[in-house]
């Protein structure tokens, strides 16, 4: 049992055609290591009926197709609570979506399905995709199956995207979606050992996806290996007419631009990012990635991104603006939660009490930031000057780029997975440290990748992240490869949750 | 082109009890823009529907939803800037504007505030011959529009229609230029026909297709003059916002009032407060929004979800080109060419169809005579059944024939009314009309001679008196006519009468 | 910028969340550490720099004029936690 389920999508790709294994096989025991795996808290919803009947469809189509059939086809993959899938429940984690049930499906679930991927369920996350913990998700915490040696309190997977990660890391299912904003995909990927890729802004449509923050969010691929995170960005990727912001730019075969040839590509080394307080394991690895992306040929450039120390700054000012008016639909009017009014109460009653009902501390926290950055006669002094930090932001990466470097290799995180309640109970700027290293690849638009690159002392897994030029996901990728072979991360945590 | 010249009118004054008072006017006209979807989503824009059925998942703003523009929306929107001579901005930008409402889905309408898509332009206001107002145009933005909230169907809970959620509108803001209430409806009454002439909104008042919110203040003369030497606002008085009027009537009604009350309240030495009023029109009064009790903060950035809109010069061009010929510019060509009155003309300009009309009527023929015809009998006629020029049953041909019978003599006059009122009830070519009804005028002067001597024969004692005084010649004329059934030629009967007389 | 309980109360009402009266003291000292930290964008010089308008430099997608949506008002009021009539209900609002 776990063994199907444990199978890269690479991996199953080749035996499903095969035909030494089936895609019922596969769902089958990944909705078996999910019953089991019910301590994690990594699944919200499990939509098995849904998952068999799409193997089933799957492994017609594979056997009708054969060779033809799309890389995903009859691949389980866990979808994160923020993509809407029609008639499946949808909360973004949050209580305000109580029992949400959309009569659409994302346009990148859309494609998933299109290509043949089971949808096993859906996974947890913070509320609204604002933590980097999963703390904040209505449903609790979801749980990383890593453990540090000798110590069995429970750790954050990251966040937001954390049920995604355990899921992904415990081997629930192949791989997941998940969506990044300020680091949701890549920091939740760093804690627990997998692959994370946020795509260029533009790449991956957001129709469908609820909304954070507008001009950061960024859906990609969870996986356990760069090469799955290739073909998984393959069938997410590409123009959308529904959303105005999705490039139309053609996407690339990104599987076959992995050759792992990386021989006299610049890698960029900001110094920026050597910031204080930084661990020892954390510092230890970036030299290591440096040393193996060397040892691959490439060549290792010291560069400056002067801005960098702004980035969490301007960050706290533009999601939470966008998030605060993003989420004004969510009023009790057309769907979701609603407030039971006592008599005499009238509409702004209903307005005020549905919205402290149904938004939890974090979310009710950036709202209120939001609102009051945006609110009159501060306009110009937080929003208006943290956009121009933003234009800063990015003309340092552009002025990078431009100087030759093909991409920029920094830790994806500064500390490895720490314990849940161990962070920000008392200032919320100390959990909001944890993206500091993520957060101006949303701001300038930039593709980035986490690679589990080796464990710490306690033997807890660490990640490094790669930086690419804009829409060059692909050569991100190879460079991530090229990481990927030399650091031999050693995958699978223990399954401890099996008791 | 000719353009007609004019006067600017004297404002309107209110005498008060301590001296006179002027009143100073600003409208926002919000247009909904004529098009079959939405401006952000590809629902329908009918009027009328279902509740809740023209809505997309987009209207709804169900999570996750997005805007995509309908760029047909943004070319009316440039066709209107254009035909109000305004300036066209190659970029421009849509802002949210956050606010909770029901009937707004978002919890913001996606506007423009910082970069809007037009700029100043001006419209010339009509209020008589050689006499009116130069309104300046501030700016006219794209916008969404809100959907219904229905507050009369239960005694507790209002009932919320989003059809015309997103639905397309045009704000038309213009500067404090308008001086009486008669100016403000005349004002509405030219975008009105200015948009309906280029197609870009119906201007159907009674669906809340043209609306209208108005800025009323008054001051002191002289004081309003010194505003325009210095555009400084403070020589003006404190203005209140009347919401969303959709009746010429009310707007003129609610300025009256709403002057009025500002008067009353500065000579009673209190402060006019700067707010949002409503006007209710049972009661003939303004008064103060609860709803918009508290200041507004609208928290305006810029709508993440979407792109700068950048248009192209030469698209713009293309749009002029096409453009019809505007009512002013057709007035002054109607006085010019057909010779017919500024105020004939401006009665046959005021809607495109109707000059349309006018013009196939008058092709080749008398403009004085057809323009006489086509207000008096066929808009007259129109209007008694009302039905507007694209329902009239007689058409633009059928017209012309008739005066082509009465110029070629076939008919006189009176007949070609009666010819009018046969083809309007009955259609059919005028000219067989008359063949097979022997409606001909007799210009035989030797058959209406005889008719003349057998009238004259059979009535001595008149003749006698006829001959003493020519006078009464008309009687006999009136006879001739009455034993021809109207159809003797008039000029030649009165001629062979007073020959008669005379001999 | 610290926020006092005053603003803490006007901006929690902007954007319509209630918040207790004795839990306003501790949101006031939340939400300055926040606008405390975000402080640090006051020391960079953006004299002369353009705020950012598009993540992605490229030109507004545009849709033609075509009904291709809505007619499903089941579906818009399938989720409405009350709904009358083909009608979304809540409580009444005066004008």
Known sequence: MGELAGLTISEARARLRKGEITARE?????????????????????????????????????????????????????????????????????????????????????????????????????????????????????????????????????????????????????????????GSIRQPAAFTGIVGLKPTYGRVSRWGIVAFASSLDQAGPMTRSVRDAAIMLQAM??????????????????????TGDIRGRRIGIPKEYRVEGMSAGI???????????????????????????????????????????????????????????????????????????????????????????????????????ARKVRTLIRRDFEQAFASGIDAVLTPATPSTA?????????????????????????????????????????????????????????????????????????????????? | MLDLTFTEPAPRVIHGLEGDWEMVIGMEVHAQVSSKAKLFSGASTEFGAEPNSNVSFVDAAMPGMLPVINEFCVEQAVRTGLGLNARINLFSAFDRKNYFYPDLPQGYQISQLYHPIVGEGEVIVWMGEGTARRVRIERIHLEQDAGKSIHDMDPEYSFVDLNRTGV??????????????????????????????????????????????????????GDYEKYRETGDFSHLGTRCEIKNMNSMRFIQQAIEYEARRQIAILEDGGEVVQETRLYDPNKGETRSMRSKEEAHDYRYFPCPDLLPL?????????????????????????????????????????????????EEVARGRDGKMAANWVINELFGRLNKEGRTIGESPVSAAQLG??????????????????????????????????????????????????????????????????????????????????????KANPQVVNEIVRRKLAG | MSIDRETAR???????????????DDLARELSAVLGFVEQLMEVDVEGVEPMVSVTPMTLKKRRDEVTDGGYPDRILANAPMAREGFFVVPKVVE
């Open chain 2, 401 to 486: 024939a008739i005066l082509d019978l009465i110029r070629k003599g076939d008919i006189s006059g009176k007949i070609a009314k009666d010819l009018f009122e046969i083809v309007w009830t009955e259609g059919g070519d005028p000219v067989r009309i008359v063949e097979e009804r022997g409606m001909k005028q007799v210009t035989d002067s030797a058959a209406i001679e005889k008719v003349v001597d057998e009238i004259m024969a059979a009535n001595p004692a008149q003749l006698e008196k006829a001959k003493a005084n020519p006078k009464v010649a008309g009687w006999f004329v009136g006879q001739v006519m009455k034993a021809t059934q109207g």
């Open chain 2, 310 to 358: 950048e248009l192209e010069a030469a698209w713009v061009e293309e749009i002029r080109a096409s453009l019809p010929e505007l009512p002013d510019a057709k007035k002054a060509r109607f006085v010019r060419d057909y010779g017919i009155t500024e105020y004939d003309a401006g009665v046959l300009t005021a809607e495109r169809e109707a000059a349309d009309f006018f």
């Open chain 1, 283 to 385: 510092e230890a690895l970036w030299q290591a990635g440096i040393d193996m992306l060397r040892d691959a040929g490439a060549e290792i450039v010291d560069i400056s991104l002067p801005h960098t120390k702004y980035a969490l700054p301007a960050y706290y000012v533009i999601a939470p603006a966008e998030a605060s008016s993003n989420l004004a639909r969510y009023d009790g009017v057309r769907y979701g939660h609603r407030a039971k009014l006592a008599p005499g109460e009238g509409i702004v009653e209903m307005y005020e009490k549905t919205r402290a009902e149904g938004f939890g501390d974090e979310v009710k926290r950036r709202v209120m930031i939001g609102t009051y950055v945006l609110s009159a006669g501060y306009y110009d002094a937080y929003y208006n000057r």
């Open chain 1, 237 to 258: 990727a590409g123009e959308d007419p529904r959303d105005s912001t999705s490039a139309p730019r053609p996407v690339p075969d990104f599987e076959a631009m992995l």
């Open chain 2, 168 to 221: 397309a509108l045009m704000e038309i803001v213009s500067r404090p230029d308008i001086r009486s209430p008669e100016e403000a409806a005349a004002y509405v009454g030219k975008l009105r026909q200015i948009m309906r002439y280029l197609g870009t909104c119906d201007g159907n008042m009674q669906n809340g297709n043209l609306r209208a919110d108005v800025n009323v203040s008054v001051c002191r003369p």
């Open chain 1, 418 to 499: 720490f314990a849940l309640g161990e962070k920000g109970q008392d200032d919320p700027v100390e959990m909001y440290l944890n993206d500091i290293f993520t957060v101006p690849v949303n701001l300038a638009g930039l593709p980035g990748i986490s690679v589990p690159a080796g464990r710490d002392a306690k033997g807890l897994p660490l990640g490094l992240q790669l930086i690419g030029r804009p829409w060059e996901e692909g050569e991100m990728m190879n460079i991530a490869l090229a990481l990927e072979e030399r650091a031999g991360f050693d995958g699978a945590p223990s399954p401890w949750w099996k008791g």
């Open chain 3, 10 to 24: 006007k901006v929690a009402h902007l954007a319509r969340i209630g918040v207790a009266e004795e839990a306003l």
């Open chain 1, 26 to 182: 596969i769902t089958e025991d990944c909705l078996a290591e999910i019953e089991a795996a019910a301590p994690l808290g990594a699944f919200v919803e499990v939509t098995a009926e849904k998952a068999l009947a799409m193997a089933d469809a799957a492994d017609a189509r594979l056997a009708a197709e054969g060779e033809a059939a799309p890389a995903m086809c009859g691949i389980p993959v866990g979808i994160k609570d923020l993509f809407c899938v029609e008639g499946v429940r949808t909360q973004a984690a949050s209580k305000i979506l109580d029992n949400f049930r959309p009569p659409y499906e994302s346009t990148v679930t859309a494609r998933l399905w299109q290509d043949g991927a089971v949808m096993l369920g859906k996974l947890n996350m913070d509320e609204f995709a604002m933590g980097s913990s999963n703390e904040t998700s209505h449903f609790g915490p979801a749980i990383n199956p890593w453990r540090a040696e000798g110590d069995s309190r429970p750790l954050t997977p990251g966040g937001s995207s954390g049920g995604s990660a355990a899921a992904v890391a415990a081997r629930l299912c192949l791989a997941a979606t998940g969506t990044d904003t300020g």
